[in-house]
């Protein structure tokens, strides 16, 4: 990757040597879905695979983008001073909307700057390579000009650029994971506080798999947001009666004594998934610290039902390749990882056993489905960082 990464630089802008280089992972979630948003906690960790770019400054305010996973766009300038999305920049938006949030924190870099990108997190997978772009264009940008900025407020501005610059209703979850993580560990955070503890992923002879359902998509033109709104909905009904500020300040108990309160009977559905998925990831941080595999498999399970039955976000791909996984010897538990409506799922596996399930579960899918899932097995990573030679 880095070999590929620099003779790309060196073809479109020259001066190779002169470049530094930068990494951040994408991301899986072992469970807390749709809570982010919701003020919620999320246990995602980092993953092997990520976003790569070359980095060098330059003499003028001209900022020149390319990407080798895209090179069918050549490349994209943007100027310091007019930052603002365009429909044909297409991938390029996530990086000039991380640095139209920079600025908009006061963090302008001083001059322009040539970047190369070289990603391996497969398109549209929902494995967050939006984030993972976002996040290591902050981390070269604050790095290339000696700016001192957090990583959790990279991680804000990263935000800030998918919602507003993007237009992606996403919340802090992806960012963080990218900027945050730490080797080896799941972070548990606190999305309403930011306050976050890392858990150590000890699996065993167990390993976590990612299963792709290479089915096309695009968060932007989804259901997404539409859940988002639906939340916020739900979240009204309830203020009229009780003081809270997320759906995920109430308890299970909480919930099931107020939920009617919820008038619409499809946003009741939105709220009873968003704090039952709660509760469960607070469960399962302690099962993960307790080294209890089969008992947070059995909530990755859980999980998955709820985001099909409550949420609707699995559709007929996701589904059949976790209710495959289920039927596996060796499997402890499965979910959909992300947004949904496509993209990856997770599963807890017995590593001697991976190849025979990831073959089982790819032959029903194909099967069922009429094209191949993709399968991955991966450990828990760490974030943003500059590669050096050693």
């Known amino acids: 990757m880095i070999e590929d990464l620099i003779k790309a630089f060196e073809e479109k802008f020259g001066g190779a040597e002169e470049a530094r280089l930068f990494f951040a992972p994408g991301r899986i979630n072992l469970i807390g879905e749709h809570t982010d948003y919701n003020g919620g906690y999320v246990l ?76 391996d997190i497969p398109n549209q997978s929902g494995l967050s390579s939006s984030a993972s772009i976002e996040v290591v264009t902050g981390y070269a940008i604050k790095s290339l000009f000696q700016m001192d900025i957090p990583l959790t407020e990279l991680a804000l501005m990263g935000q800030k650029a998918e919602n507003i610059f993007v237009g992606m209703g996403c919340g802090i979850m992806d960012q963080f994971s990218a900027a945050m993580s730490r080797q080896g560990h799941a972070t548990f955070l606190n999305s309403a506080d930011l306050s976050y503890e890392y858990v150590p992923v000890e699996l065993g002879k167990y390993s976590l798999m990612i299963m792709n359902t290479c089915k096309q998509r695009e968060l932007t033109d989804s259901k997404y947001n539409e859940r988002l709104a639906e939340c916020r909905r739900a979240l009204f009904w309830l203020q009229n009666e009780m003081e809270i500020d997320y759906l995920c300040d109430l308890t299970e108990e909480q919930f099931e004594e107020f939920k009617d309160l919820i008038e619409d009977e499809t946003e009741r559905k939105r709220a009873k998934h968003v704090v039952y998925e709660n509760a469960r990831t607070i469960k399962a941080k302690a099962l993960l610290e307790e080294g209890d595999l089969a008992g947070l498999g059995k909530l990755l399970d859980e999980s998955h039902v709820s985001l099909h039955e409550d949420y609707e976000v699995t559709g007929i791909e996701l589904d059949t390749l976790v209710a495959a ?46 094209y191949e899932a993709e399968f991955y097995v991966t450990h828990a990573g760490g974030g943003a960082k500059e590669i050096t030679s050693d």
């Open 325 to 370: 996984a289920w039927e596996q010897d060796g499997v402890l538990g499965a979910r959909m990882t992300g947004a949904g409506f496509g993209g990856c799922a997770i599963c807890i596996a017995e590593t001697e056993k991976t190849e025979d399930i990831a073959r089982c579960v790819g032959e029903i899918y194909a099967e069922k489905i009429g």
């Open 44 to 119: 995602p960790c980092a993953i092997e695979m990520g976003t790569y770019c070359a980095a060098r400054s330059r003499d003028d305010r001209i900022v020149r983008m390319y990407s080798d996973n895209f090179p069918e766009t050549g490349i994209m300038e943007w100027k310091l001073d007019e930052l603002e999305k365009r429909a044909e920049a297409g991938w390029s938006n996530y990086s000039a909307g991380m640095l139209w949030a920079m600025e908009e924190k006061d963090f302008i870099p001083e001059k322009g700057f040539d970047v190369c990108y070289l990603g």
